[in-house]
C-alpha cells in the first residue's frame, strides 16, 4: 500500500529558529510533491510544491527533495508564532490523478 | 473573486437521512477531489473527477456518491450507509491532473 508517512510530533521551535519538517513516501514513481499549512479548524493552504530533485525557495520556506532516499522536507526560517499550524505532506503518485497526505507534523513556534 | 465555495459551513444529519455537500468553483479547473479529515488525523480521498461526467473512486467511496455535469460543480451525497459521517469535508480542484490543489473552507458535517 502506498504511504506517506510524517512524524506527528509536536515540533517545538523559538522564534526566529529553523523549523525542519520531513516526509517519506513508498511509491518510487511519485513525480508532484507538495506542502499545505492547516490552521485548527481550516482547511488546508498550499505553501510549496517541487518537482525535480533539489531544493526550491519561496521566501522564508524551502523544500527539498530527494527522490533517490524518497523524502521531502520543508524548511522554515526565522520562525514566526504564526507558523505555529499542522503541515501535510502530500504527494501524487507516479502517472495517477490523485494526492496522497501524510497524517501531517504539527509545530509549534514558541516565543 | 476566483476560488472555490463549499457550502454549508456546518451541516447536521439525523440518522438515516441522506445530504449533499455543495462545491463550486470558478477557477476553470478540470479536476475536483473530495476529501475526508477526522480529528488528528490526514486527509482521505473519497472521490475523485478529471473530467465532465467522469469520476473515480477514492480511497473510501462507500457510502458516498458524486456527479460531475458542470465542469464548475462537484456535489457530495453522504448515504445513510455510511455508517460513520460525522467528519470534516474538504473539496479541491486542479487544473489538471498532478498539479497542485486548492481547498474549500469545508464542511464539518455531525451526525445528532
Known amino acids: 500500500q502506498k504511504e506517506v508517512e510524517q512524524n506527528s510530533g509536536p515540533l517545538s521551535v523559538p522564534e526566529g529558529a529553523i523549523a525542519s519538517l520531513n516526509c517519506t513516501y513508498s511509491d518510487r514513481g511519485s513525480q508532484s510533491f507538495f506542502w499545505y499549512r492547516q490552521y485548527s479548524g481550516k482547511s488546508p493552504e498550499l505553501i510549496m510544491f517541487?518537482?525535480?530533485?533539489g531544493d526550491k525557495e519561496d521566501g522564508r520556506f524551502t523544500a527539498q527533495l530527494n527522490k533517490a532516499s524518497q523524502y521531502v522536507s520543508l524548511l522554515i526560517r526565522d520562525s514566526q508564532p504564526s507558523d505555529s499550524a499542522t503541515y501535510l505532506c502530500a504527494v501524487n503518485e507516479g502517472g495517477g490523478n490523485k494526492l496522497t497526505f501524510g497524517t501531517g507534523t504539527q509545530l509549534k513556534v514558541e516565543l | 473573486d476566483g476560488g472555490i465555495t463549499q457550502s454549508p459551513k456546518y451541516l447536521f444529519r439525523k440518522e438515516g437521512q441522506n445530504v449533499t455537500l455543495s462545491c463550486e468553483q470558478n477557477l476553470n479547473h478540470d479536476a475536483m477531489y473530495w476529501y475526508r479529515q477526522d480529528p488528528g488525523q490526514g486527509l482521505r480521498l473519497i472521490y475523485y473527477?478529471?473530467?465532465?461526467?467522469?469520476?473515480q473512486k477514492g480511497d473510501i467511496a462507500e457510502g458516498y456518491s458524486v456527479s460531475r455535469e458542470k465542469k464548475e460543480s462537484f456535489p457530495l451525497t453522504v448515504t445513510s450507509a455510511q455508517k460513520n459521517p460525522t467528519a470534516f469535508y474538504l473539496c479541491a480542484s486542479s487544473i489538471k491532473q498532478n498539479t497542485e490543489a486548492f481547498f474549500g473552507q469545508g464542511t464539518r458535517l455531525t451526525v445528532v
Open positions: 517541487i518537482y525535480s530533485n
Open positions: 473527477s478529471q473530467i465532465v461526467n467522469d469520476f
